[in-house]
Structures are given as structure tokens and as C-alpha cells.
């Protein structure tokens, strides 16, 4: 319990590095079954005695780090141990006879020694430290009910998780593990953490991950990260905005020369080789349009309707963040959902507009600024 605690204070210094969005109590839960065999860690061999097993985790990560979780755990009695007194005590003839229920914590070593970039890794380790009660059912022999049995466990692992698609929605772990019966036993002259009151868990599981309000189902980073000195010189300037004496204004008045006739000025202007060009950018991560970047998207639907002999090219681009697949996706998404609210919102023809993404761009000195969506007019007559 020690040394779970100490790797969790470890976990959250280290992750105080690592800047990721703020997240709801709700955002990054995930749920897995899991199952396969267990058996004796000393004195049997494996296969012969070993039993089946499965489980349900529910677990929330509270960072990139560190995960806390509960867990329960049913032990199928499909061998016997023979012993007496062995060390799930004695053999039961129930189909469950042991059940486990807990507590865990883990430690992502991915993100702890190599960083979180943003998006899960598709391979990467975690360690498992837990506790929990152990429950033994008991049944009948020589015509006596035996007493079920109520004690407690530790347990020390590995998570191995192949986290899988786009969307790393899924993920699919083996999960090896050893267990300590941590009660009294015939054997008094053992110590708890002893290799003949343990266990050897070798499970698989499947997670499901839950999606978050960040519209992804894992954590994704912020946008900006502010030092102390940016916080520092925004505070001084609002102080400073406080302590300005309120400017006095000279209104004065404006008599109006009135033009008895007007002219005309009639300006001829030839489009025919003119192009425009407009922005709409995007959120990282993200290919949405939001309100504030509608009426970019509006102004370039309005021009094409009064001028039917224009067209556009959009074309998409990506910040330098995450993998070059991301980014292509990314890139192609935003030049389509451009295109496609031209079409399905505003009516404009499909065969108007060529839309294409470019994957990275490096048109803006800021990185964040070149996940945009460049749209150019040309002008027609």
C-alpha cells in the first residue's frame, strides 16, 4: 500500500508536466471484461491446476499517468487442487467458489518515461498495484456446511495494451498478474507476501472506452500552455487598464456641407483574373465548424451565389501535432466539411467547388493557426 502510494504521488508530479485540457468527472471512464486462467504460483504446475477465471474493471483515468479502478473477479472451479488446506483453501464444488473484489491503481510507464502526445500510443505498458476482499464459498463435506471464508488480497501486474483503431475507442490488453492471499492458513509459519500463498493470473481483456466532451475518447492537450511570466504581465496590464484616469472627450459640432447635385462616380472593375481568399480555421484535434467561423464559410456562399461564374478551391491543412496519419485525416476532413456545408447548407453546386486537404501546413508562423481551411475564389465573370 506503501509503495502504491508513493507511485501515485510520483505519477501526479510528473504529470503536472504535462498540459492536457480540463476534464469533467464524467470524461475518460472505460470498461473491460477480461478473462483466462489461474494457478498456483509454487508447487503445481500450471496448465493441470490452473482454473478459469474472469472479470469486470471499471476505471477512470484521472491523468495520462494515473488510472484508479474497481474490479471483481470470479474464479471458475474446473480443477482441483487436492489438497486439504491448499492455498485457496479448502476444494470447493461450487462452479464459482472464490470471488475477488477491489481496488487498483496504475502507472502508464509509456506516458511517465516518453510524454503524452496528445493522442495513446498504439502499444504501451502499465503497472498494476491492488487490494481487495477475498471471498470463499464453501460447501458441504462429510455432512458438514462449511463456514464460507472472508479475508482480504494484494495483487502486482502488467496491463499490455494494444490500443486499436483511429479513435482508440478500444483496446485489447493481456493482463499477467500475481495475487497474494493475504489471511491466516495452515501454513502460520509463512509470511503473506510468500510464493506458496500466491497466485499466477494470465488474463486478456477488452476495453471500452467512453467518449469524452472533448469529442475524442482519450485525453486530448490544450491548445495553449501559459507560463507564469505570461500570467504575471497579463495581471499588470489589468491592473494598469484599472489605474487609468478616465479620458475627457471634446465633442464638437459638425455642420454638414450640403452638395446641391451629387456626382457619380461610376467604377469599372474587371474580375475576370481576380481571386479571393478566406480562412476558416479549427480547434485541435477537431474538423467542426463553429459559430464563431460560420459567417467566413457565409461569406464565401454569398460571393458564389451573386457571382454564378465563380468558383472555389478549399483546401485543408493540419498543425505539426500528433502523427502524419492523423494529420492527413484531419487535413481532408476540414477541406470537406467546408465544402460540404456549401453544398448542403447553402445550395452551391458540388461541381463548383474542388476540395482536397494538404496534410501539414506552413503558411503561419503559428503553428495553431495553420489548422485551416484556405478558401480561394475565382473569380468569374
Known amino acids: 500500500m506503501i509503495i502504491a502510494i508513493m507511485m501515485a504521488f510520483v505519477a501526479a508530479q510528473v504529470q503536472a508536466q504535462v ?15 477480461k478473462g483466462g486462467a489461474v494457478s498456483p504460483f509454487q508447487g503445481y504446475s500450471f496448465w493441470p491446476h490452473a482454473r478459469g477465471i474472469w472479470g469486470v474493471e471499471l476505471r477512470k483515468q484521472v ?6 479502478g474497481v474490479e471483481g473477479e470470479w474464479t471458475v472451479n474446473t480443477s482441483s487442487w487436492n489438497e486439504a488446506y491448499s492455498v485457496w483453501a479448502p ?8 470471488q475477488l473484489v477491489g481496488a487498483f491503481g496504475t502507472i502508464n510507464f509509456a506516458n511517465w518515461f516518453m510524454g503524452y502526445k496528445g493522442v495513446p500510443r498504439t502499444i504501451d505498458v502499465e503497472g498494476v498495484l491492488g ?24 495483487k502486482a501486474g502488467l496491463n499490455i495494451n494494444f490500443n486499436l483503431g483511429e479513435s482508440k475507442a478500444w483496446t485489447i490488453a493481456l493482463k499477467p498478474a500475481v495475487v497474494w492471499y493475504m489471511g491466516a492458513g495452515a501454513k502460520q509459519n509463512t509470511t503473506a507476501f510468500n510464493a506458496n500463498r500466491a497466485m499466477v493470473e494470465m488474463e486478456a481483456g477488452l476495453t471500452y472506452h467512453f467518449a469524452n466532451s472533448n469529442g475524442e475518447h482519450y485525453m486530448t ?23 487609468r484616469k478616465p479620458e475627457t472627450k471634446v465633442v464638437e459640432k459638425v ?11 461610376e467604377k469599372v472593375v474587371d474580375n475576370s483574373s481576380k481571386s479571393l481568399e478566406t480562412n476558416v480555421f479549427f480547434a485541435q484535434g477537431k474538423s467542426v465548424v463553429t459559430a464563431a467561423q460560420m459567417p467566413n464559410v457565409e461569406r464565401v456562399a454569398t460571393f458564389l451565389k451573386n457571382n454564378p461564374g465563380s468558383t ?5 491543412y493540419a498543425s505539426p501535432e500528433g502523427s502524419r496519419e492523423i494529420n492527413e485525416r484531419l487535413a481532408n476532413a476540414r477541406a470537406n466539411v467546408v465544402r460540404d ?33 484556405v478558401c480561394t475564389i475565382n473569380v468569374g465573370k
Open 19 to 33: 498540459t492536457v485540457k480540463g476534464s469533467k468527472f464524467s470524461d475518460n471512464w472505460s470498461l473491460t471484461l
Open 63 to 68: 491523468t495520462s499517468v494515473l488510472g484508479l
Open 91 to 98: 476444494h470447493s464444488k461450487n462452479i464459482f467458489d472464490h
Open 131 to 154: 487490494a481487495g476482499w477475498w471471498h470463499a464459498y464453501k460447501t458441504v463435506e462429510n455432512g458438514v456446511k462449511l463456514p464460507d471464508e472472508n479475508s482480504w488480497y494484494t
Open 221 to 243: 492537450l490544450c491548445d495553449k500552455q501559459y507560463t507564469q511570466a505570461d500570467i504575471d504581465a497579463l495581471n499588470a496590464e489589468i491592473n494598469a487598464l484599472r489605474a
Open 255 to 265: 455642420v454638414e456641407k450640403v452638395v446641391e447635385k451629387p456626382v457619380n462616380v
Open 312 to 316: 472555389v478551391v478549399i483546401r485543408g
Open 341 to 373: 456545408l456549401l453544398v448542403n447548407k447553402y445550395k452551391i453546386a458540388a461541381k463548383r467547388i474542388d476540395a482536397a486537404g494538404l496534410g501539414v501546413g506552413d503558411m503561419f508562423s503559428e503553428p495553431d493557426w495553420n489548422r485551416v481551411s
